[in-house]
């Protein structure tokens, strides 16, 4: 019979992020990293409370860090961090859309599910936050990866009928189906009598499918749009951070 070594769970020199950190015992703290190869991995910081641990000045969110951890279990053990290749530093807004960012793949990104492509488009996405003044467009192209990423179907180009999306025409954009065009009851009946997504505009569906948030109205539009479908599959509870950046300033 074959014996498996607890160093077969180890996982040595890990790419990672912290996305979380909470309490845990008396002085230890619970640390949900995002990582590499690995997705979100919940780990326990054993004495990170304590003034003189050594982590306990490293377990800083939106800095790349290499991390090294072990355990069977789904709560594993973090046994050391060093720093990754560049420091970031977010200020201001850009603090706070760091934070929405983290608190979308906290509730969004299964446990232990790898998601590498995310991953680095998440480190982009925290680079252009530090430098970029078009915070909104930086963030609706997470969202909008991210979902993707997950799996969701976005469709952008094709209504829900298979036939190409055009600029002028207005859409109702049905979660778990795509666009619907309001010009055609065919295209209405093809989902249900119970209309309930948002309306907009074709032109804004081209548009992101294309990547290009210079127009206005798809700037808006957009916004919109994924508000909605992040409400759809993030349930009853909402953001805590997608609140406070609406107060800020509508992003």
Same mark, same amino acid.
């Given at each position: 019979?074959?014996?498996?070594?607890?160093?077969?769970?180890?996982?040595?020199?890990?790419?990672?992020?912290?996305?979380?950190?909470? =309490?845990?015992?008396?002085?230890?703290?619970?640390?949900?990293?995002?990582?590499?190869g690995?997705?979100?991995v919940?780990?326990?910081?054993?004495?990170a409370?304590?003034?003189?641990?050594?982590?306990?000045?490293?377990?800083?969110?939106f800095?790349?860090?290499?991390?090294?951890?072990?355990?069977?279990?789904e709560?594993?053990?973090?046994?050391?961090?060093?720093?990754?290749?560049?420091?970031?530093?977010?200020?201001?807004?850009?603090?706070?859309?760091?934070?929405y960012?983290?608190?979308?793949?906290?509730?969004?990104?299964?446990?232990?599910?790898?998601?590498?492509?995310?991953?680095?488009?998440?480190?982009?996405?925290?680079?252009?936050?530090?430098?970029?003044?078009?915070?909104?467009?930086?963030?609706?192209?997470?969202?909008?990866?991210?979902?993707?990423?997950?799996?969701?179907?976005?469709?952008?180009?094709?209504?829900?009928?298979?036939? =190409?999306?055009?600029?002028? =025409?207005?859409?109702?954009?049905?979660?778990?189906?795509?666009?619907?065009?309001?010009?055609?009851?065919?295209?209405?009946?093809?989902?249900?009598?119970?209309?309930?997504?948002?309306?907009?505009?074709?032109?804004?569906?081209?548009?992101?499918?294309?990547?290009?948030?210079?127009?206005?109205?798809?700037?808006?539009?957009?916004?919109?749009?994924?508000?909605?479908?992040?409400a759809?599959?993030?349930?009853?509870?909402?953001?805590?951070?997608?609140?406070?950046?609406?107060?800020?300033?509508?992003?």
């Open positions: 019979m074959a014996v498996v070594s607890f160093n077969s769970h180890r996982q040595d020199n890990q790419a990672v992020y912290v996305l979380h950190t909470y =309490p845990f015992k008396e002085t230890s703290l619970v640390v949900e990293l995002f990582t590499h690995f997705g979100r919940a780990t326990t910081a054993k004495g409370r304590r003034p003189r641990s050594a982590m306990r000045g490293m377990l800083q969110s800095q790349p860090l290499i991390a090294t951890w072990s355990g069977k279990l709560l594993k053990t973090l046994h050391s961090l060093e720093w990754g290749s560049g420091l970031l530093l977010l200020k201001g807004e850009a603090l706070m859309c760091g934070f960012l983290n608190e979308l793949l906290l509730r969004l990104l299964p446990r232990e599910d790898a998601h590498g492509t995310l991953f680095e488009y998440y480190s982009l996405t925290l680079k252009m936050l530090a430098i970029s003044q078009d915070l909104a467009t930086t963030l609706r192209r997470f969202e909008l990866k991210l979902l993707q990423e997950l799996g969701y179907a976005i469709p952008l180009q094709n209504d829900v009928n298979d036939i =190409p999306i055009l600029a002028e =025409p207005t859409y109702r954009y049905e979660a778990e189906y795509g666009a619907v065009s309001l010009n055609s009851a065919i295209n209405r009946a093809a989902i249900n009598d119970a209309i309930s997504g948002i309306q907009l505009a074709g032109k804004t569906l081209i548009d992101m499918a294309n990547d290009d948030y210079t127009h206005a109205q798809t700037q808006q539009q957009s916004k919109l749009l994924m508000r909605y479908l992040l759809h599959y993030l349930g009853d509870k909402p953001l805590h951070t997608r609140q406070l950046l609406i107060d800020l300033q509508g992003l």
